[in-house]
């Protein structure tokens, strides 16, 4: 009798813990995401916001970088030295009253692995969006520069971001199958709590 | 005998679980049994070639394609995307060659679905899915019940057996799944998109960080410009007033009073108001029918937008009064009562060089169809006068770029807060990172076309001005795209 009671004690717990599972499922907590997040946080005044992450799969990229208190810094692009067709690609920075445009950047050699492809100095306002839309980009390795300045134009600190261009069909395939879509109420562990509801009320 | 009471009590909290976990699992599995009940097979007909002329159905098509190349490379159109269309409708019809299960999801399946490379339509506000199943050919009605409206619809590579339908009206989101595999040119069709000049969007997430897959114009290669507008009727044209008077009046124009008002309003009225024209110095025109309850036969939708499409063709026409083409399109129905008896209402849209225009009150044309007859038809259009040319004082050049939207957001969202803090009591906080980041969180469309400023004086020249649109939950916020001004907000009814 008690080998039984013992059986079904632990078949007992062990449908709880899958269920539990089965909900926790479809929580969605991508360490994997959090990471890449913690990554991009820059410390102070400027983060970058796109690209979000290292590996992008297109000839397209925007980047975009928040400033949040009255900055000077000169922004950078470059290609790494093994990086071929990169005079066809197009860099359309875009015009912001937040951020203003104080000069382009025609050189800047400090890497000597990556050849420079783009650059300008920027002043901004206590809250504002840099923006540039890269288009052709050609696959390979990349890494782009924030310099921010002092009064004095001198380099104070300096935050870089590497990313990887590949081409659009090296992407792996998602595919959700028909299990995967929720049926609403979406998220299972809110359909086991209503369920409980139903049973014991709120 | 205490050792008895405690296995007595053990046994009963085992079975009390097992009991429990036993009516979890079978609920879990009968859920996901029950969905596959709603599958059914249809009959495949052929779309009806069109018709010359406009028709009630040439409505029934989307007035917007938003595009996921993949890669985070997008793009929204607003014409020039026929073929994606068509390969859609045949994909779609040819899915209920087989079973197919038609199965509600979550807004976050339908994110989900949409960041993959994918397509998706925007229809008219609350078309009956009923009506849209019947333009497409597909006979079976079950589906009807179940999706009640499609107000958009998806394709997306990372479930290509599935189309996906929301029903705005209802705030609810489908999928319905083919078991024939598809084999479609949905995707194809977006390779030759790719290839085409067209401008890139971004999702607000990846502008600016707060999440929110609605996409934005980040660069608009196509410079929009500042346009003056013509009304399309004057009210000192007595010619072509009593040529449109007549076409609403018919054989009983004999029988009419006209009554023209200090103001310059013209008024036609038959009997003591049964029917009514008004047409007034700013150029609307207006026309009230009283409900016949004694001739009133119910209409489905389809038949009713047939016969409103058909009475504004031949109550001045889908082009303005002078013969400029208008590019009209559905934008909204409404199901109406009158005098108890049903109805709806249509309210159209029109573009000039491409662009939506947008009006301060009102729509270009709104009309309502109870039974069989029009009891309500306003129309008020413009024709396309002059570009207005910009003349920059410093470099001489003649045009003026228009803002982008990012910009015109950064700068304005302290306006977009004020409007929900005052109107509505939100309280934002005073972090002006997330006040930006919650504000741009609310925005679920945006547009750019043209607004028609109203004039100061009757004199003074219609200007159709380039404007920005940002729709939230509960307003439309418009801005001059030239000069980043508010141009007011309208509340969403």
């Not at chain 1, 650059?119 to 782009?144: C, H, R, S, W």
């Not at chain 2, 159109?77 to 199965?103: H, M, P, T």
């Not at chain 2, 999706?147 to 479930?159: D, K, L, Q, R, T």
């Not at chain 2, 029109?350 to 007859?373: S, T």
């Amino acid at each position: 009798m008690r080998k039984l009671i013992t059986l079904a004690l632990i078949i007992a717990l062990v449908c709880s813990f899958t269920l539990i599972g089965y909900a926790g499922s479809d929580l969605n907590i991508d360490v994997n995401n959090i990471s890449d997040k913690i990554k991009n946080i820059s410390p102070a005044s400027i983060e970058i916001i796109n690209p979000a992450t290292d590996i992008i799969y297109s000839d397209y990229l925007l980047i975009s970088i928040k400033i949040k208190e009255q900055k000077s810094f000169k922004f950078s692009l470059y290609a790494h030295n093994d990086v071929n067709g990169t005079k066809n690609i197009n860099v359309y920075p875009i015009t912001s009253s937040g951020a203003i445009k104080i000069e382009t950047i025609e050189k800047n050699d400090t890497m000597s692995d990556y050849t420079y492809l783009y650059g300008e100095t920027i002043n901004t306002t206590d809250f504002a969006f840099y923006t540039l839309q890269l288009e052709k980009l050609v696959p390979g390795k990349y890494k782009m520069s924030i310099e921010e300045l002092d009064s004095e134009g001198k380099v104070t600190r300096t935050i870089y971001k590497d990313f990887e261009i590949k081409d659009k069909s090296e992407q792996p395939k998602e595919v959700i199958s028909y299990d995967n879509f929720n049926e609403k109420p979406s998220n299972k562990l809110q359909t086991i709590q209503n369920f409980i509801k139903s049973i014991f009320g709120n | 005998m205490q050792i008895i009471i405690r296995k007595e009590k053990i046994k009963t909290i085992s079975i009390v679980v097992l009991v429990f976990t036993t009516i979890l699992l079978l609920y879990f599995l009968w859920n996901a049994r029950s969905e596959k009940k709603n599958y059914f097979n249809f009959n495949i007909t052929n779309v009806e070639e069109k018709e010359e002329g406009i028709k009630g159905k040439d409505f029934l098509e989307p007035f917007r394609l938003r595009v996921n190349f993949g890669g985070n490379k997008y793009t929204v159109l607003y014409s020039g995307f026929d073929n994606v269309w068509y390969s859609f409708i045949d994909a779609y019809r040819s899915a209920f060659d087989g079973e197919i299960f038609v199965k509600e999801i979550s807004k976050g399946n339908w994110d989900e679905i949409l960041k993959g490379r994918s397509v998706k339509f925007d229809l008219g506000n609350n078309i009956p899915y009923a009506a849209m199943r019947e333009v497409m050919g597909i006979n079976n009605t079950i589906a009807d019940e179940v999706i009640g409206n499609y107000s958009a619809a998806a394709y997306s590579e990372v479930s290509p057996d599935s189309f996906f339908i929301y029903d705005k009206k209802k705030d609810k989101y489908f999928m319905i799944v083919s078991e024939k595999k598809q084999n479609n040119e949905i995707l194809n069709e977006l390779d030759e998109l790719e290839k085409r000049d067209f401008d890139i969007y971004d999702t607000i997430t990846a502008l600016f960080g707060a999440q929110n897959d609605i996409l934005i114009p980040t660069v608009l290669k196509n410079n929009i410009q500042k346009i003056s507008g013509d009304q399309e009727i004057q009210v000192f044209e007595q010619e072509k007033i009593k040529v449109l008077a007549e076409r609403f009046f018919g054989d009983n124009f004999d029988f009419i009073r006209k009554i023209e008002e200090t103001n310059g309003t013209v008024i036609y009225m038959y009997g003591y108001g049964q029917k009514m024209l008004l047409i007034d110095r700013k150029g609307f025109i207006e026309y009230k029918e009283v409900l016949n309850t004694d001739r009133y036969t119910a209409v489905n939708y389809t038949d009713a937008l047939e016969i409103a499409v058909s009475f504004v063709t031949q109550h001045g026409s889908w082009k303005t009064l002078n013969g400029t083409n208008i590019y009209p399109y559905l934008k909204e129905s409404v199901n109406i009562e009158e005098a108890n008896r049903k109805g709806y209402k249509f309210t159209f849209g029109y573009r000039i060089n491409g662009y939506p225009v947008y009006y301060q009150e009102g729509e270009a044309i709104e009309i309502k169809v109870v039974g069989n007859q029009i009891t309500y038809y306003k129309r008020y259009l413009l024709n396309q006068k002059d570009t207005l040319q910009y003349f920059s004082n410093d470099s001489g050049d003649s045009t003026r770029n228009i803002l982008s939207a990012k910009n015109i957001l950064t700068n304005n969202y302290e306006y977009i807060k004020e409007k929900y803090v005052q109107e509505n009591g939100y309280n934002f906080g005073n972090n002006k990172e997330e006040v930006f980041n919650r504000i741009v969180s609310m925005i679920n469309m945006v547009d750019v076309g043209y607004f028609s400023l109203d004039r100061k004086k009757p004199d003074e020249e219609i200007q159709l001005i380039p404007a920005w649109i940002f729709m939230t939950d509960k307003y439309v916020f418009l801005f001059n795209a030239q000069t980043g001004e508010s141009l007011g907000s309208k509340p969403i009814r």
